[in-house]
Nanobody
Framework: QVQLVESGGGLVQPGGSLRLSCTASGSIFDINYMAWYRQAPGKEREMVAL?????????VYEDSVKGRFTISRDNAKNAVYLQMNSLKPEDTAVYYC???????????????WGQGTQVTVSS
């Protein structure tokens, strides 16, 4: 009933930029926050950036991406974006979008995940 669809991944040279997009659709009552995670081969999935949806949009970043990545939102579209600048080979991973949301006023907040989009940073 809820779908998260990511786009914007690809191959980029070191120092380059990419912009990821994620849109949530379906039976959405409200969204608490949306976040980007990534998982590199042989490593655990880690949170990259998070933004709260109500209010002013508080953001949180993983230390290695601070100053290089920017998360933003479009509440009207239930969308979140990740602008990635100064990309490094170690940023190579599958990037996943996650939303903590409710499908009705009676439901508990539940995590929903997108299918992932590959980001490869290589010369």
């Amino acid at each position: 009933q809820v779908q998260l669809v990511e786009s914007g991944g690809g191959l980029v040279q070191p120092g380059g930029s990419l912009r990821l997009s994620c849109t949530a659709s379906g039976s959405i009552f409200d969204i608490n926050y949306m976040a980007w995670y990534r998982q590199a081969p042989g490593k655990e999935r880690e949170m990259v950036a998070l933004i709260t949806i109500p209010g002013s949009g508080t953001t949180v970043y993983e230390d290695s991406v601070k100053g290089r990545f920017t998360i933003s939102r479009d509440n009207a579209k239930n969308a979140v974006y990740l602008q990635m600048n100064s990309l490094k080979p170690e940023d190579t991973a599958v990037y996943y979008c996650k939303a903590l949301l409710r499908t009705s006023t009676w439901s508990a907040p539940t995590n929903y995940w997108g299918q992932g989009t590959q980001v490869t940073v290589s010369s």
